[in-house]
């Protein structure tokens, strides 16, 4: 069961980061919010009398994100992903660590493939460049 919640969980990261480096064709066209409610079109905001706390750790954030991104869709660094986890996470993947990844091998060259046929070019990007638009 473990094996296939990591597996679905490594999948989802890296479908998510090709959708999010992916992005609409139009960069400049106005999202599609035509089913979405007038509720949910307000900016996101703390609720009165609360402030953010800047830490100054944002950046770091973005870094250890596209860090992770990077090693979720390049062949055999299954084992730099797990370095990327919290402890708790670390030592509940610990034992496929060092497990065969022939099988995710696959599927980043799927989606190499799929990228490279769509865009004609690699799949490449410069981490938090290219992830967070910095």
Request: proline share 5%.
């Amino acid at each position: 069961m473990r094996k296939y919640t990591l597996f679905a969980s490594v999948l989802a990261l890296i479908v998510g980061t090709s959708l999010l480096i992916g992005g609409p064709n139009d960069p400049n066209a106005p999202p599609d919010r035509s089913g979405v409610s007038s509720i949910n079109q307000q900016p996101m905001a703390l609720p009165a009398g609360f402030t953010v706390k800047d830490l100054k750790e944002q950046n770091d954030i973005k870094k250890e994100l596209a860090t992770a991104t990077e090693h979720a869709v390049t062949k055999n660094h299954f084992d730099n992903l797990c370095n990327c986890l919290a402890k708790p996470d670390k030592d509940r993947v610990g034992s496929y660590k060092d497990r065969n990844v022939d099988t995710m091998n696959g599927r980043i060259d799927q989606i190499n493939k799929a990228w490279k046929e769509k865009y004609n070019k690699d799949f490449d990007f410069d981490k938090a460049k290219v992830v967070f638009g910095d």
